[in-house]
């Protein structure tokens, strides 16, 4: 049995390439194996940003690392942002391991069927990995996601950044409108909402005290940080239908009424 040992490190970091240069280099100080990059925000990387990821990418070159990428989120873009999966970079085709899915693209969240896509020298073993830890979804919803992917095209995958860009536009609106200040995201379909405003001494607090008050429900920003940075913050989620979505605008407004 072979046991990898890793260590998490939480750096608060901005958007310049210095701040990231400390996150890569507390990393690599630790003995990683592999580089990982979360954000709960939505936001994409702009042209800076991912010059820096060039470099980034040259980093892990160097020293030999593996690069872990969750692109689950690639066809939720809004504006004139677009998706560069880290593998077309130059050099980095044999040591990214992009692992995604289609719960979100095709709307079958339940279905819980994903992929991974990497060298051919490591698919045997994530196979054989992922044989062991996970269970394996059903042939006949692999054979439907597969047909999927083989007959949608282009126009599929716009209509859905239109559609979803219009809920984001609806749920930031209604969430400024309700003095609730919107972090407007550049992806994917959630949103960061300043809930300071709203009663409470935690982030938990005033997420509960918005749902009594509304019935709208929001997960807590104090769950995405490890320290109190996010007591004044909720994530709301905007993949709803658009009746759903529409009644929780009006309830949000109701909350500025009061």
């Known amino acids: ?19 990231q240069r400390l996150r890569i280099t507390v990393l690599v100080e630790k003995n990683g194996h592999g580089l990982r ?23 892990a070159k160097k020293h030999d690392l593996f690069v872990f990428t969750d692109e689950i989120y690639e066809h939720f873009l809004y504006g004139d942002c677009r998706h560069i999966p880290p593998a077309t970079l130059p050099g980095m085709k044999e040591r990214t391991i992009t692992i995604s899915g289609l719960s979100k693209t095709f709307s079958i969240t339940g ?26 979804a059903p042939a006949p919803l692999q054979s439907g ?3 999927g992917l083989r007959e949608l095209d282009f126009d599929y995958y716009r209509g859905l ?29 959630y949103v960061l909402a300043d809930i300071s405003a709203l009663p409470g001494n935690n982030s938990r607090e005033r997420a509960m005290y918005l749902l009594r008050e509304t019935g709208v429900a929001c997960v807590p920003g104090e769950a995405f940080y490890h320290d109190g940075s996010g007591e004044d913050l ?7 239908d658009d009746d759903v979505l529409a009644e929780a605008c009006r309830r949000l407004a ?5």
């Open 1 to 19: 049995m072979l046991t990898l040992r890793g260590m998490i490190n939480f750096i608060k970091i901005n958007r310049s390439a210095e701040g």
């Open 37 to 59: 990059d979360n954000k709960p925000t939505g936001i994409n990387y702009d042209s800076i940003v991912l010059d820096f990821f060039k470099e980034f990418y040259a980093f």
């Open 111 to 136: 279905w819980r069927i994903g992929y991974c896509i990497c060298d051919a020298r490591w698919t045997t073993a994530i196979g054989f990995f992922s044989d062991l830890v996970y269970v394996c």
């Open 145 to 147: 996601v597969a047909k």
């Open 161 to 189: 950044s239109r559609m979803f860009r219009e809920k984001r536009d609806k749920i930031c609106d209604a969430l400024s409108k309700a003095k609730l200040r919107p972090n407007i995201p550049d992806g994917a379909y």
């Open 234 to 240: 909720a994530r709301f989620c905007f993949a709803k």
């Open 254 to 258: 109701s909350l500025k009424a009061s």
